[in-house]
């Protein structure tokens, strides 16, 4: 299976948006096209970002 790196604009893109791009690579992923890799940085810098935004 093919793996794929997702970085936190993408992440955070995806769940402000139903018809980007960003939204489609996760609806990708759920449906088992690929598998999604992410490090702890990156769920770090969504953290401090999406707590930010709010």
Known sequence: MRRIF???SV???AC???SGASHAVIV???IGLFKVLI???VI???DRNII???
């Open 6 to 8: 997702l970085d936190s």
């Open 11 to 13: 992440i955070i893109a």
């Open 16 to 18: 402000g948006s139903r």
């Open 28 to 30: 990708m992923a759920e």
């Open 39 to 41: 490090s702890e940085q």
């Open 44 to 46: 770090e810098e969504c």
């Open 52 to 54: 930010n935004y709010l």
